[in-house]
């Protein structure tokens, strides 16, 4: 398989030009490549925005699920800190002898 001539980035820039609103004919022609190499590079941009559009849902969820984690063990740490301040006011008080 040949290697393309136009890096990423290039690719990117002539994928734009279609949204800056040049024509297709125009692009492919000033370019020399033909619409359906143009349509693969948008589809395989576009994938590649998807795939970071679900990367980064799967990063806010775990986010999501670390904070609660986090809450709920400030929780837990909370209730033990009070215990064990409480337990050390209990042994502090001398034993009352009935």
């Not at 001539?5 to 370019?31: N, P």
């Not at 925005?49 to 909370?78: F, G, P």
Request: glycine letters at 2%; aromatic letters at 8%; hydrophobic letters at 30%.
């Amino acid at each position: 398989m040949r290697k393309s001539q136009f890096s990423e980035s290039q690719r990117q820039a002539i994928v734009a030009k279609l949204d800056a609103g040049h024509s297709l004919e125009s692009i492919c022609r000033e370019h020399q490549i033909s619409p359906a190499t143009f349509y693969k590079w948008k589809r395989e941009q576009s994938d590649q925005q998807d795939e970071a559009k679900r990367e980064l849902k799967q990063l806010r969820e775990e986010n999501s699920r670390l904070k609660k984690m986090y809450a709920e063990l400030q929780i837990d740490h909370q209730i033990l800190r009070e215990g064990y301040e409480f337990a050390k006011k209990i042994s502090a008080q001398p034993n009352k002898k009935r």
